[in-house]
């Protein structure tokens, strides 16, 4: 079987309707080509007032390694709203190094990139004919976008032209610019009724979100709709959809336009193979709603309705709403609190693998984290190591399933996805989406699913990573914490709290016949050291005695700063009494050896005592480590090294 290609697509904030039927249409022609594709997203928009936590968003791009793909498809629209459009202009640097790629942008324009816009030209077209030749309305207002604007002007000259092969005329008055949003369809809607221009009988609008405002607004005036004022979008959103006056809207070619975008990469990766290109009739594009007097499709208003419903007490019998878990399940299902309530990085690791289940349906999770992800000292915000480790897997496909430390398992950054996944027979879809704590690098997400089966990520996604980002940095602060109250946070070695605490686990695990053994380590000359070359100095030597402390240790010792430049070696097992000379010998060559090392313009020295007891029974932690303090100071006046030298 021939290897498979592979096509990029680069977006933001997926589960909005733009980026859904961009995803719809590429998914329909993969299939078709047996394509596999990788979805790299942020879960936000840039434009997002919150710089560092987009930052975290757009790092997933840096993910990407374009050796991996065949192909890449940039949904520019989405890509845009942070300040001077950075990220964008970031990934097109990358994107420019690689010449042989094949690479294309929807709507937007790129140097080196092709460009596959939307045709919506006969839609717009439909909206004027609809009002005219469907309900007889001849005084018609345009309301289009930002004065300008390329879309907007476009839309505008397309609506002109069509009312005037219907032989009317279009008002100065009620040719309107707007802002694509709310605010300038209610602002419409006041002049209208306030008789600032000439009432039309049909208002034609190049967006949804106007139409709704406008619509909403001429209610509230009392002007009647669609009696007095009949009114058409243009998005066909979710939204108005579900408007208490529905709206009547055309679809526009986004789906169009996203399977075009694959038949080019299509063309450049693979010139000689054929082409299946995904055609729909414009009529298909139009929902009829109340804001134009057809009848709306109650099914699926209904749908919609009912998606953006949260549903507290839902129906678990029913197979839809277990198979693809919607916003109320999820919320009723206390994952926060799951995900939050954990006291170790293992436990929050199960509780996640718990919980991938409300990703449903999905072949294959994986959980892709940093290895030194529980270190709060590096801040990393951009790219990403070398290598990575997955720490969650999870199938329903006969794949890896594991969860925590022990289980994971690394693999080299460039496979962008674990080795293990690697084995479909189908081509399938991939979110690889960023896991970050305010922008701090943690890892990666990558959620695999079957070709347009529920084809894309929503809400409950969403909002299931963030939840899962909190619990990481949760999880990090509380072992931090943990650390802090048990570790020296200079040395790293235990403090007395935690000498106690692992020394009790010492205890619990002991056999029969072991021995405990002690060593008590001062250094020489500390005093000496600070008051002649500074304190930075002394901290230096203290950590040169603990690193040749630890590296003498056995399997199963504690390594413990007790307090200035004292430190003991505490262990349980099979020991002799010959074990406290060798010991004794062999921490005092590794410190020789490291003050070599140093070269600094004092010695680095210090005394030890060490002693072993034959039943660690019969002796309290205390007096042992006395006898060694005893057994340390008389080598120290054995060899005239004392601390104020």
Request: aromatic content about 10%; glycine content about 6%.
């Amino acid at each position: 079987m021939r290897e498979r290609k592979r096509i990029g697509l680069f977006t933001a904030y997926p589960e909005t309707t733009h980026v859904r039927r961009v995803l719809e249409g590429v998914m329909v022609q993969c299939e078709k080509y047996d394509y596999d594709l990788c979805v790299f997203a942020s879960s936000v928009h840039f434009s997002l007032p919150h710089a560092d936590y987009v930052c975290g968003e757009a790092n997933i791009f840096e993910l990407a390694n374009f050796d991996r793909l065949d192909g890449v498809i940039l949904d520019s629209v989405s890509l845009t709203g942070d300040q001077d459009n950075q990220i964008c202009k970031k990934l097109l640097l990358r994107l420019s190094r690689c010449e042989k790629l094949a690479k294309c942008s929807l709507e937007l324009p790129h140097e080196g990139v092709q460009l596959i816009r939307s045709n919506d030209e006969e839609a717009l077209r439909e909206q004027c004919r609809h009002a005219i030749e469907a309900h007889g309305r001849k005084r018609i207002c345009l309301l289009t976008g930002n004065q300008g604007t390329e879309i907007a002007e476009a839309r505008l000259a397309l609506y002109l032209d069509e009312i005037r092969k219907h032989g009317l005329d279009v008002l100065p008055e009620h040719i309107v610019y707007g802002d694509f949003y709310y605010f300038s369809g209610d602002a419409l809607a006041r002049r209208i009724a306030a008789n600032e221009i000439p009432r039309p009988d049909a208002v034609i609008c190049a967006s949804d979100t106007m139409a709704m405002a406008l619509v909403d607004r001429l209610i509230k005036l009392g002007i009647r709709v669609p009696e007095d004022v009949l009114v058409i979008g243009f998005d066909f959103s979710d939204e108005g959809a579900i408007n208490p006056t529905t709206i009547a809207s055309y679809e526009p070619a986004v789906m169009e336009m996203g399977a075009n975008a694959v038949d080019y990469l299509r063309s450049v990766m693979e010139p000689e193979a054929d082409l299946n290109p995904f055609r729909r009739d414009v009529a298909t594009r139009f929902h009829a709603g109340a804001s134009c007097g057809c009848q709306t499709d109650p099914v699926y208003a209904v749908k919609r309705f009912r998606e953006s419903l949260y549903i507290s007490s839902y129906n678990p019998a029913d197979e839809e709403l277990t198979e693809q878990v919607g916003i109320g399940p999820f919320m009723e299902s206390y994952v926060l609190e799951s995900f939050t309530a954990t006291k170790s990085s293992d436990e929050c690791f199960r509780n996640i693998y718990n919980c991938v289940h409300l990703l449903r349906p999905y072949r294959n999770f994986f959980l892709c984290l940093k290895e030194n992800w529980q270190n709060m000292d590096d801040e990393t915000h951009e790219g990403y190591p070398e290598t990575m480790k997955v720490y969650v897997a999870s199938s329903t496909v006969g794949g890896a399933m594991f969860y925590g430390k022990e289980s994971a398992v690394s693999f080299r950054t460039e496979e962008m996805l674990p080795q293990m996944a690697h084995t479909n027979e189908k081509p399938s879809v991939c979110y690889f989406s960023p896991v970050h704590f305010d922008g701090v690098l943690l890892g990666y997400a990558i959620l695999q699913r079957e070709l347009c089966r529920h084809p894309v990520v929503n809400v409950v996604y969403r909002n299931w990573l963030r939840y899962l980002n909190n619990a990481l940095e949760m999880t990090r602060s509380k072992e931090r914490l943990q650390i802090l109250s048990v570790r020296d946070s200079m040395t790293g070695a235990y403090n007395r709290r935690g000498m106690y605490e692992m020394y009790g686990r010492m205890l619990s695990e002991a056999r029969e016949g072991d021995a405990l053994f002690v060593s008590v380590v001062d250094m020489d000359g500390l005093k000496y050291v600070n008051d002649t070359f500074d304190h930075g100095e002394g901290d230096f030597g203290i950590r040169t005695v603990c690193a040749a402390m630890t590296s003498v240790m056995k399997s199963g010792e504690i390594c413990v700063r007790s307090g200035g430049d004292e430190f003991f070696l505490i262990g349980i097992g099979r020991y002799s009494t010959e074990d406290a000379a060798d010991r004794a010998r062999m921490f005092t060559e590794a410190v020789e050896a490291a003050s070599r090392r140093a070269a600094k313009p004092y010695t680095i020295s210090a005394s030890i005592g060490c002693a072993v007891f034959s039943d660690y029974r019969q002796i309290s932690l205390d007096n042992a480590i006395s006898e060694a303090d005893e057994r340390m100071y008389r080598y120290k006046v054995k060899n005239r090294r004392h601390r104020s030298v």
